[in-house]
């Protein structure tokens, strides 16, 4: 057998043998531009329109005020986070090479911008508090949805095109959690319209939908929200060590508070002791004996009230309150 045969032997043999144990899939191949394997083992092509709507999923207005994490990375550095980051988050492993991240950043229309190394993305527009029209809208776009079972892998993938197929155009769709992050089953979708949410409702009342043979609870938000509020009017909830959820906009409120708020350091002590000082009683000096018509015409002054500086005090000022994937 020739060297050239003995090599396309090796080289053969090294393709066909099995997968190492305990090892995935995807770190079993040195080829970045390779496609990420998915959980069910299928190669999937990279897409372009998928990454950027993911990550502009990440700086939109409904999320980044949300997502402690993201919020606190950005606001340390003018609003930029590093590319490799967002990369890393668990929905992201799957796009690889980085470089076609990049790629697919850069092509975003409105919200993001890339800087010139390629390393780092941000909002190009500073994000606002909704208003009271936006978040009515939001919760006319949305549904309520259980019935899911237990979370795999990709049931955030799964759920997306589930959502997409059965009612049309997605704006999110978040699994919810309990306090120790365990998926409970359900999820809220917020549809791209009102419209859409309408006509997916009107749907399902005439023809209940099933995911893996289950028959799914769903309802509006509006309707679950009153729902809640009604069971906690008859049985409020027992206090307890309840996750608070971040919002960026409150934390903002409360710093903004904290500098208004007249410090309580050397220099209040003393405008407090200069106001609450008692004043010393006038006194008024009995004039002199006037020797001519222009020392009679003149006025009794009053002498100038004397006081010690008030003492300085080694009081602290008062520390400021503190501020997915």
Do not use: C
């Not at 997968?19 to 069910?40: I, R, Y």
């Not at 470089?99 to 975003?108: D, G, N």
């Not at 050397?266 to 006038?282: D, I, N, R």
């Amino acid at each position: 057998m020739s060297d050239e045969q003995k090599e396309q032997v090796q080289t053969a043999a090294v393709e066909n043998q099995a997968p190492q144990e305990g090892v995935p899939k995807t770190e079993q191949t040195t080829e970045s531009t390779k496609p990420a394997e998915t959980v069910s083992g299928k190669a999937e092509s990279f897409d372009e329109n998928e990454v950027l709507k993911q990550v502009e999923f990440y700086f939109s207005d409904s999320n980044l005020p949300r997502d402690k994490f993201l919020w606190t990375v950005s606001q340390k550095n003018q609003g930029w986070v590093p590319i490799q980051t967002i990369a890393s988050f668990k929905r992201m492993r799957r796009y690889q090479p980085l470089e076609a991240v990049v790629a697919a950043l850069r092509k975003s229309p409105e919200l993001l911008e890339v800087d010139e190394a390629g390393e780092k993305v941000r909002r190009k527009v500073p994000i606002v508090r909704p208003d009271p029209s936006a978040i009515q809208r939001s919760m006319e776009s949305s549904v309520y949805v259980k019935g899911f079972g237990e979370e795999q892998e990709d049931t955030q993938f799964v759920l997306e095109r589930y959502f997409e197929k059965e009612g049309g155009e997605l704006a999110s769709l978040r699994l919810r959690r309990d306090d120790d992050n365990k998926f409970k089953g359900s999820v809220f979708v917020e549809f791209k319209t009102p419209e859409i949410a309408k006509g997916f409702l009107e749907k399902v009342k005439g023809s209940p939908l099933k995911f893996n043979e289950n028959e799914l609870t769903i309802m509006s938000k509006k309707e679950y929200v009153d729902m809640k509020a009604e069971q906690h009017r008859n049985d409020p909830p027992k206090p307890g060590n309840k996750r608070r959820r971040f919002d960026a906009f409150k934390m903002m409120d409360r710093e903004r508070s904290s500098k208004r708020a007249p410090k309580r350091g050397k220099t209040a002590y003393k405008e407090t002791e200069k106001q609450e000082k008692p004043k010393e009683p006038e006194t008024v000096e009995e004039p002199k004996k006037a020797e001519d018509s222009n020392e009679a015409e003149k006025s009794t002054e009053q002498p100038k009230a004397e006081g010690e500086a008030a003492a300085a005090t080694n009081e602290k000022e008062e520390a400021a309150p503190a501020s997915s994937n």
